[in-house]
């Protein structure tokens, strides 16, 4: 043990001693002391222009004023050097950005686990009728699918990129964290173009009942029965929360995460430096409240509401799930204002089960 200490102090000591000859050879070289060239005194800058001339304070002052200077390619900022800015939008990043987002996303899913040890799913109180109703059609399950596996690809690789850094990398280390954030940037922006492709095929799909009518509004402020045990609120074919979700998340936020992302995506169109940091963060901020808002439809599609899975899943929903949680498009099925079966197929389906019961 004690040959391990007098080796340990022994090489301590050599370290030292060679770090002192370092700081004397700079010296002796003329250059300033300090690391930042810019906090070097006059003169230390005296004595490095003699040895490295264009090399002190004033010059980097200069360059790092975000002062264009003269260059043949002038356009897209080609005369400024360093965009000083950047370190605004880097502290951007690495701060409230991250610290407040990431926070965000944390606080969302407690509250969704408390509400699930506390409430439980939302279940239906009445017995399966075993009359199914179309609720969604093939073309509308496909759009939502493809849309929610976008959704999902963009939104995973953009929490790693983002917070990768400070959670995985101190797990797989540089040379792993390095090659995932790399296949993440480069997945990101491959199918971040056909998530924007698959938001208008949903609005297209689905805007013809999503808007707002009176007793919406009715279902938002009971909060949809949602802190209350066996009330269910009636609402049409989509409740109050879900078009909210539709215009504040797949339009609103949608649209902005898109439009920034092509910004993004595709700098060779004249953007400046500072435009692309801008939306960055407009980027950022709405993708993550976008997230948010998600995963209390991801609770809610899977295991926060009874049959609501099957429906997407499926297609149908039985009678009694439609009495119960969508009571006015319930009603004008029944009255004949829209038909039970909203495609050829859910005809067949309903056609080859009415035949069964007979036979």
Known sequence: ??????????????????????????????????????????NDQAARQ???PLNNAP????????????????????????????????QLRNG????????????????????????????????????AIE??????????????????????????????????????????FSILATLSKTVHNFVGPLFAVTLIAMFLTYVKDNFPRAYDFTWLLKGGGM????????????NGGEKLMFWGGLVLLGTIVAVTGFILDFPNYGQTRGQMQDAWAIHAIAALLFIAVIMGHIYLGTIGMQGALDAMKTG??????????????????????????????????AAGSAAQAQG
Not at 137 to 162: D, K, P, S, Y
Not at 227 to 238: D, G, K
């Open 1 to 42: 043990m004690s040959r391990a200490i007098r080796l340990l102090v022994l090489l301590l000591g050599l370290w030292g001693v060679a770090a002192a000859a370092q700081q004397q050879g700079a010296a002796a070289s003329g250059g300033p002391q300090p690391q930042n060239i810019l906090e070097a005194s006059r």
């Open 50 to 52: 003699k040895v490295q």
């Open 59 to 90: 010059i980097w002052r200069e360059a790092n004023s975000a002062a264009s200077g003269f260059t043949n390619l002038p356009e897209h900022e080609g005369g400024v050097l360093i965009q000083s800015a950047g370190e605004d939008w880097r």
């Open 96 to 131: 409230p950005v991250t610290v407040y987002g990431g926070w965000a996303l944390v606080a969302v899913l407690l509250l969704i686990a408390a509400y699930y040890l506390l409430h439980g799913p939302i279940r239906t109180s009445g017995q399966p009728t075993g009359r």
């Open 135 to 176: 609720r969604f059609t093939v073309v509308e399950r496909a759009a939502h699918w493809i849309n929610a596996a976008c959704f999902v690809v963009l939104g995973l690789t953009g929490i790693l990129m983002l917070f990768g850094k400070h959670l995985l990398l101190p797990v797989f280390g540089y040379t792993l």
């Open 227 to 238: 802190l209350s045990r066996n009330v269910h609120v009636p609402s049409h074919r989509f």
């Open 316 to 349: 149908y929903v039985d009678e009694a799930w439609a009495k119960e949680h969508h009571a006015y498009w319930y009603d004008d099925i029944k009255a004949g204002k829209i038909p039970a079966q909203r495609s050829a197929q859910g005809e067949a389906r």
